[in-house]
């Protein structure tokens, strides 16, 4: 399938040259309109691959893409002057923020607190001037006993809710969609075994500024406030339906990267010649950034990862539109009535 991919890809390459830079996608509109609120849907059917095993070398007619979500301000990405965890958009993430909020902040402050306010006491109670004969007391059981008992009976409460968290990080439910991540220097790609195992890269968006005049006149794309925010909007966004349970293999290509979505919680290793798996269910429609999270060399900060959950209607067009097939329609003509096929029906 991958070596037809490849033979397919070239000869439409031959036959269009028009569309031979793989990894820029060519923006459609040449005019650089400066508040050109919607990105055009172009690049995507640009890029397809060829997707009928039996199709001859005529490239497929590409199905049309997706209305890409305009990123909520508020929601799965940082705000401004914020300095708490993202509010979190996965059952996990609020577990997990809860856990923070509820029982380990909680525990530390008072525990703190607590330290703190005896310190102080031994400090006055027993100084050197208010006791000129010091006291040679060196044992009490009682208090040795509630010093050990205390702390232990603390960690024991913790690990309760901890476990039960990590158990639930690291056990995902049946998944109704995997997609492969793979970190490169510097940029991600994106894999859909299910949907066909089409695969595509995913770019950090340059700002106008950042592009040479010839970039520009020859049709560049660069970030508008509908791609999302400055260092976190990418040229092309995972896609995955709303309320499916995603499961993501994680592997590099090159040096250690990280695959990190603060508002899932979600953070795994990208590790060259690994699979690491990870998993996420996002509840509602949106669009969710991250980043890679492992220093992986000069363009580090520059490799964002732009999560985009869309409706199930939604996510059958955008993978035909990439050239791939949902799970149990025969062909990529027959992607459109879809939603129907796909199991990832089922939760919430
Ligand atoms: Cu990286």
Partial sequence: MKTLNTILMAAALVMAPAIATAQAPVAAAP??????????????????????????????????GIQHAIPDPKLGQPTP??????????????????MHDVVLMPVITGITLLVMVLLFWVVVRYRAKANPVPSRTSHNTVIEVIWTLVPVIVLMLIAVPSIKLLARQYSPPQADLTVK????????????????????????????ADLTPSELASGARYRT???????????????????????VIVTSNDVIHSFAVPSFWTKMDAVPGRLNETWFQVDKPGVYFGQCSELCGP??????????????????????????????????????????????????
């Fill in 181 to 208: 991540v793979i970190g490169n220097q510097w940029y991600w790609t994106y894999e859909y075994p299910d949907n066909g195992d089409f695969s595509f890269d995913s770019n950090m968006l340059r700002e106008k």
């Fill in 299 to 348: 363009k580090h900060g520059f490799m964002p990862i732009a999560v985009e959950a869309v409706s199930k209607e939604a996510f059958a067009q955008w993978v035909a539109s990439k050239g791939g097939t949902m799970p149990g329609a025969q062909a990529p003509a027959a992607a459109a009535p879809a939603a129907a096929a796909t199991p990832s029906a089922a939760t919430n």
């Fill in 81 to 98: 002057g914020g300095w708490l965890p993202q509010a979190q958009a996965t059952s996990v993430g609020e577990q997990a923020l809860w």
């Fill in 31 to 64: 005019t650089p309109a400066e508040a050109a609120p919607t990105p055009p849907p172009a690049p995507d059917a640009a890029l397809a691959v060829g997707t009928a095993p039996d199709a001859a070398a005529a490239p497929a007619a590409p199905a049309p």
């Fill in 225 to 247: 406030d509908a791609d999302g925010p400055r260092l976190l909007a990418a040229d092309e966004r995972l896609v995955v339906p709303v309320g499916a349970v995603v499961k």
